[in-house]
């Protein structure tokens, strides 16, 4: 077990690296990031010599490749266009999206799972059918639309119906939050709803579908049978002999799931005006900031590799049939 | 092809994988209202835009007026009329789809075949190449390409061959996977002691076994697609004016979303329906593809 781990964490390391390389090259060669700056007549081609040669441009990539990943390797992420490190921003901004993502996560796996189980138990009933129809509904539509209708249709008619602010829309704090910790934690509340509530409604119908079609999978296997002719009682039957088995693969798919969390949490911020890393990314790659959007790539690379890793241990186990060589 | 019509082999007919699956498909209620309302609004919107081309460019005095019979969507805050607005965005929404899902089946399939049949070096590098799309998410891809060759060469076609060139790697992981169970087979084995080429395989054996795998994903890769491109546009970064798509009008609607709400629900509606539809169809092609529904008359 420890070998394979081992033989594993190392084939994540080279993926890792290559898939720097990749991001690298995908950054570098697809933006100018004087563009703004050169499109200026007024700016002295002097000025432009110089901060080409200020952000390494005038180098060959190979160097600037080399120049910025031994920099990561020292937990140096480079500065950003206006000369501040990037590695702090990551941080702060880390901070603010992990608060959303992570409760999303643990909330969405719980409901996805009682409620794919619901349904596979009242298989063709209405129960059934409307979780199914929901599912569909919510995977059909687009986290904005999820966002901004929660946000335009629930959050503002509220607020003005209490006359003050019950649900917030904008922000992942009030700027003019005092106190201290315990003090600010409704204010926090107030703010992650929304955006925790949208993050969820968007991951959760896929592992919820995914779910429903495993139990009903096991529940036809033949231990299953047996087991219920022995005369173990249905609870037990379901949770011994049932869920333990069909948790097993959706594990993985939620672990694998993970790359697109992030990929939602970027439209959440931007509709909940939060100051997350999604943001940060996006105004990063709008200025054609290179080191901060590859500061962010190389974060979502590690975390998805990471994600990979742990649902093939994870698999492993849970499932003692699985031997490792 | 010879899946796709039924064969008249000395006058009597052949039932093939493909007449079965569609004679299951036009059983599905759910599925065919899918096809109805799909086609129903693409040609809508064709016919719309071929009777109104300037019906989304002409500025009235009309300023954010509610659903009338001459503005069945209303106007926008600028005095646009949404219903022409709406449909051309959907068309267009509907054109990037087809050339990203045509593009993903095509590059899909292809590498997935050659991976899946032919195995050893070559599979080990495509897969590896494959994996490595997957390690950042698409949608981050996206964005920086978008973003990085922003102003430039914007155009929708450039939008729908972006998406297009980065989404196949699903497909091609599924069509590997039942190539490399398919090629394990008798009949494989059969048509090579024939002396059947290996192209001649796999297009003739291999291609129409997974056809059901093949087809349902595409189904999938077109509501995908139309996901990711209003994405994009809903954050600035996809199509953009003067081309229109429904993210683009959800973007522009959710700022007057309270005083006039049509600017905001037509679109958003819109485009959920498109989704919605796509889902229904690519449900029911599962299902009626799905061996283990053969004898059952209803899916399950």
Redesign the interface.
């Known amino acids: 077990m420890l070998k394979y781990v081992l033989r594993r964490l190392l084939s994540s390391l080279i993926?890792?690296w290559?898939?720097t390389v990749?991001?690298f090259l995908?950054?570098v060669y697809?933006?100018d990031p004087l563009f703004a700056l050169k499109m200026n007549p007024t700016t002295p081609p002097k000025t432009i010599l110089i901060r080409e040669h200020q952000l390494f441009l005038d180098r060959p990539v190979t160097w600037r490749y080399w120049h910025w990943f031994t920099g990561v390797l020292h937990g140096n992420l480079g500065l950003d266009m206006t000369n501040s490190p990037v590695k702090p921003q990551l941080f702060m901004h880390m901070g603010v999206t992990l608060r959303m993502v992570v409760l999303a996560f643990v909330l969405a796996v719980v409901i996805a799972v009682s409620l794919g189980v619901l349904a596979a138990l009242k298989r063709g009933g209405i129960i059934d059918r409307s979780i199914t129809f929901a599912t569909?509904?919510f995977?059909?539509?687009?986290?904005?639309?999820t966002g901004?209708?929660l946000k335009?249709?629930i959050a503002?008619p509220l607020d003005k119906f209490f006359g003050h602010e019950v649900l917030a829309t904008s922000g992942e704090i009030s700027p003019v939050a005092t106190g201290n910790f315990w003090q600010r934690i409704p204010g926090l509340a107030a703010h992650m709803t929304l955006p925790t509530i949208t993050l969820i409604l968007a991951i959760f119908s896929s592992w919820t579908i995914y779910q429903r079609s495993t139990i009903l999978e096991t529940m036809n296997m033949d231990h299953v049978m047996l087991a219920r002719s022995k005369g173990i009682s249905p609870r037990r039957v379901l949770l011994r002999h049932i869920l333990r088995n069909a948790l097993i693969p959706v594990t993985t798919v939620i672990a694998l799931d993970f790359?697109?969390l992030?990929?939602g949490a970027?439209?959440t911020e931007?509709v909940y005006s939060w100051n997350g890393l999604g943001r940060w990314?996006?105004q990063g790659?709008?200025n054609?900031d290179l080191n901060i959007?590859l500061a962010?790539?190389l974060f979502?690379?590690v975390l998805?590799?990471l994600f990979n890793l742990l649902a093939d241990i994870a698999y492993g186990l849970l499932d003692p049939r699985i031997r490792y060589r | 092809m010879s899946v796709f019509r039924k064969n008249k082999t000395q006058g009597v007919k052949v039932d093939t994988q493909w007449s079965i699956a569609m004679r299951r498909f036009r059983r599905d209620k759910l599925a065919m209202a899918g096809v109805f309302i799909f086609f129903f609004i693409l040609i809508f919107a064709i016919v719309q835009t071929q009777i109104d081309p300037n019906g989304w460019s002409t500025l009235s005095l009309d300023f954010a007026r509610p659903p009338s019979w001459h503005h069945p969507f209303g106007t926008t805050t600028v005095g646009l009329d949404l219903f022409s607005g709406c449909l051309k965005g959907a068309l267009q929404d509907l054109i990037v789809a087809l050339v990203v899902s045509t593009m993903s089946m095509v590059i899909g399939t292809t590498v997935g075949a050659v991976a899946g049949y032919f195995g050893g070096k070559l599979d080990a590098i495509l897969m590896r190449f494959v994996d490595l799309l997957l390690v950042v998410p698409l949608l981050t891809i996206l964005i920086v390409m978008a973003n990085l060759f922003a102003g430039k060469s914007n155009g929708p076609l450039f939008i729908a061959l972006l998406i297009g060139s980065l989404s196949w790697t699903y497909i091609a992981r599924l069509v590997r996977a039942e190539f490399m169970a398919l090629r394990e087979r008798a009949f494989v084995e059969a048509s090579v002691a024939l002396g059947a080429g290996n192209w001649r395989i796999i297009t003739r054996h291999l291609i129409p076994n997974a056809i059901g795998i093949i087809v349902v994903n595409t189904t999938l890769t077109v509501s995908g697609a139309i996901l990711l491109e209003s994405t994009l546009s809903y954050l600035g970064l996809g199509i953009v004016p003067p081309a229109v798509s429904l993210g683009m009008l959800v973007q522009e609607g959710q700022g007057a979303a309270t005083t006039s709400p049509w600017e905001f629900l037509f679109p958003a509606g819109l485009l959920l329906l498109i989704v919605l539809c796509v889902f229904a169809i690519g449900d029911g092609l599962q299902a009626a593809f799905d061996p283990r529904n053969a004898r059952r008359k209803k899916s399950a």
């Open positions: 993926v890792l290559v898939a990749g991001v995908m950054v697809s933006g569909f509904f995977l059909a539509v687009p986290v904005f639309v901004l209708f335009l249709y503002i790359a697109g992030l990929g970027v439209i931007t990314f996006l790659a709008n054609q959007t962010y790539l979502t690379a998805v590799i």
